[in-house]
Structure formats: C-alpha cells, structure tokens
C-alpha cells in the first residue's frame, strides 16, 4: 500500500468592484497540471509518496516545496481518502489544506502551478473521485472516504466503481 498526501494551499484575493467577478468572494486554490507519474495530464492538489520515517505532514511540506516552490506551513488536516484497486487497498492518501505559506508557485519537472478561483475548478481534467470530496474539503469540511476502483494497474487507467463518504469527521 502507498501511503501519500494532497495539500491544497490556499488564498483570497481582492477583485476590487470588477463586475464580471463571480461568487466565490476571490477565494483560490493552488492546483498542479501533473507533468509526470501518476495522474498525469490531470489536475490535482501538490503531494506524493511519503518517504519511510515521514509523517503525512513533513510529506506534503516536502512535496509542496518539491513541486511548487511554495513552503507552507499549519497545515490543517481535512481528510483520509483510501483507493482501492480490485478489492486491495493501493493508496492511502491525507489531504491538508493552509492559508499559510511563502514564496511563489513556481512550475517544475513534476508540476505546474495555477491559482484557481473555487468556482472555476477543472473536475473534468481531475481523477473522477475528486469532484465527489474536494468541494466540501474547499468549503472547510472534513472527510473520511473510500473509492473502489476496477481494472488492474496503473490506477489512472483502472475505471471507478464505486464510493462511501463520511464528513464532518475529527483527526
Ligand atoms: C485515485 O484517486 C486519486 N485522486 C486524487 N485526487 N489524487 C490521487 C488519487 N490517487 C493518487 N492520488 C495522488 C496521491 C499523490 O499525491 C499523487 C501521486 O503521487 P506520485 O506517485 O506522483 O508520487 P511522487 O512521490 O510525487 O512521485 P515520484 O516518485 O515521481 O517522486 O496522486
């Protein structure tokens, strides 16, 4: 089983009187366009593999500064997702969220950066899970979820089957 992460920083801007701006109150997320490996050619929040003797934490901080160039900071723990591949678990993944960081997003080998207002994210270009968790995660929430996938390796070719969901759960 591969144990990683999914942090999503982010910030609000000023959009001043600008009439064409919608409802999100200026509200973003930092998303990767993924450059390589798993998932790639999707969009997804920073993270990867945690490496032996790491917490999920130090995980997605390294990962974030890695992929991004941005180091963040109070990470706060929003959820568990668990993905299963024909029956087996293959990825245990914890997802942070933070408005605290520094630096710039800067693109990499692995990634490139974007600010995305909350109501403009791509969900078609994203794992298909995605769409079912990360809204309720960006508005706040906290979840505990499993997603059942068919098809034999690699994951992102396998289809989705099937999920279960739990919010508003404590870490
Ligand atoms: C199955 O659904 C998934 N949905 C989402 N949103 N994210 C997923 C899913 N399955 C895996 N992931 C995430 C978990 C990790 O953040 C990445 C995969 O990380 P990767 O394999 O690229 O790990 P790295 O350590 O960055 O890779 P290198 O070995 O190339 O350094 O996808």
Redesign the pocket.
Known sequence: M?E???CFPLRTISRGDDPTADGDDGREVLLIE?R????EGWY??????CEPGETPQECAVR?TRE?VGLDVRDLEKAGE?R?LLDGEV??F?HVFRTRSFTGEPTPSE?ARPEWVPIGDVPYDQ?????RLW?PGVLEGKTVRGE?R?EGGEP??EAAFVDHDLEWDVSF
Not at 36 to 39: D, I, N, P
Not at 44 to 49: A, I, T
Not at 126 to 130: A, C, G, V
Request: proline residues 3%.
């Open positions: 591969i990683a992460t999914l993924k390589r490996g798993l998932g997804n929040g920073p993270g990867g593999k990962e992929e997702l993905f293959h990825t993944c692995e994203m794992w298909e899970d995605d990360l997603f996938f994951l992102d």
